[in-house]
């Protein structure tokens, strides 16, 4: 969205191209960003606003590149939109159809925490705000019965003959910023995941706390209670030779966020468990003093195993955290009710066909290659495509931003010196996806 809405403010038209159904990306799937705690929705959502609204911006969600041609200066984009079957000319977005369809899916927003209809918005501040209908869960699309939707819906919006469609577009250059995954910690047997119910990824935690979650902010068990002790493990899959050996750059902040909040909200003792605090950015070292003196335990040392298996009254009916104190040089057991998995992040899973398709290069971790780590982050082997965000490696809010606005600046660049000409329909595409 940045690097789109920089090149709009310089009155040059772009292709903003997102793989979801709403621009906006992990970031407003957060409740709070660190070091501040400011609102991350407060922050994110004027941002999609101005996206959607900008006239040199031509948004187009629920899309995909299929294929490049061309070189800088005279790119030919194919890019797929995906039928949503709803027509975004006739739409309101007032929700009916929403309210109406009877059928029931696990919300992808909410991590499977919750549930979404057939047809839907990922969340309330969508943009733009027209749902659209999942063919694998959608009765009629399934099975030729229901369309409740379509008989509800007072514009007449809904459109069950929709298919794909391909938009080809020439633009001057173009900007990848595809965003990351998170890593399933699943094979992870020793934490746990997806065995015993009470043991969260950072992500999923997020939503229990964020006021737009499935428990609307509220942090409970699965039973629905509080739980009243919390162990955050760092660097799950993170500087680990098995997985990830590099650091995910946010985890021991987003850890202290965590427990900032998790303690505020419950009054839970928490325990973070550590290899090495990491809080290098600016206010970052000032908010881990702080979390500090918020009487949250900090263990250092790599946790060896999660397990429900009780050897004193005390870990009764609770998960055990298994964990070698390097400091104090000992084995220790710390009974909780709830663990939160801090988890790396890692290339998407698709980022190999993406690769493909824009001819980037790719580094040891999966990651987009850039010309220059140090001297020229922005740029790849490819005249006129450049790199922003997490596709590149992992980074922090301020760092995606900062590395938009370069990229951006390098189009306009070309801009500037001419290699952009009059031929293009847009000076820039930017591909985002989440």
Not at 20 to 46: E, H, N, W, Y
Not at 66 to 89: C, P
Not at 164 to 184: K, M, N, Q, R, S
């Amino acid at each position: 969205m940045q690097a789109a809405l920089e090149v709009a403010d310089a009155e040059h038209h772009v292709y903003l191209v997102e793989k979801s159904p709403t621009v906006g990306g992990r970031m407003l799937q957060l409740d709070k960003t660190f070091p501040t705690l400011d609102c991350a929705s407060c922050i994110g959502t004027p941002k999609m606003s101005q996206v959607g609204s900008n006239r040199f911006i031509n948004l187009m969600t629920y899309s995909e590149v299929d294929e490049i041609s061309g070189h800088v200066g005279d790119f030919k984009v194919k890019i797929r939109k995906k039928a949503r079957f709803v027509d975004e000319h006739k739409c309101t977005g007032c929700g009916v159809c929403q309210e109406k369809c009877p059928w029931r899916a696990d919300s992808e927003w909410n991590l499977g925490l919750g549930k979404r209809k057939a047809i839907y918005t990922p969340f309330a501040q969508a943009v733009p705000n027209i749902p659209v209908i999942d063919k694998n869960v959608c009765a009629f699309l399934q099975t030729g019965k229901c369309r409740a939707c379509e008989k509800f819906c007072p514009a007449g919006a809904i459109d069950f003959n929709q298919t794909d469609t391909i938009v080809e577009v020439e633009v001057g250059a173009i900007i990848v910023t595809t965003g990351f995954d998170l890593l399933d910690p699943t094979p992870m047997i020793q934490y746990g995941y997806g065995k015993f119910e009470n043991v969260f990824t950072s992500l999923e935690v997020e939503r229990l706390i964020s006021s737009t979650g499935p428990t609307e902010g509220h942090v409970v068990l699965k039973d629905g209670s509080t739980p009243k002790g919390v162990a955050i493990i760092h660097c799950v899959g993170s500087r680990d030779e098995n997985y990830h050996e590099y650091c995910s750059r946010v985890c021991c902040m987003y850890g202290l966020k965590h427990a900032h909040l998790i303690k505020e909200k419950t009054g839970a003792d928490v325990y973070q468990m550590y290899i090495d605090m990491r809080c290098f950015g600016k206010g970052y070292e000032e908010f881990y003093k702080r979390i500090s003196e918020e009487d949250v335990h900090f263990i250092r040392g790599k946790v060896a195993q999660v397990t429900d298996i009780a050897i004193t009254d005390e870990e009764k009916d609770r998960l055990v955290v298994v964990c070698e104190d390097t400091l104090l040089g000992t084995l220790i057991r710390v009974p909780v009710d709830m663990v939160v998995l801090s988890i790396a992040m890692e290339p998407r899973t698709d980022a190999d066909q993406i690769a493909k398709i824009f001819g980037l290069k790719q580094d040891k971790d999966g990651f987009f290659e850039e010309e220059h780590y140090k001297l020229d982050p922005m740029s790849t082997g490819t005249e006129g495509i450049f790199l922003a965000g997490c596709c590149q490696g992992p980074k922090d809010i301020p760092d995606t931003v900062a590395q938009a606005i370069g990229a951006a600046a390098k189009a306009l660049a070309l801009v500037a010196r001419g290699e952009i000409g009059t031929r293009a329909e847009a000076e820039a595409v930017a591909v985002g996806g989440n």
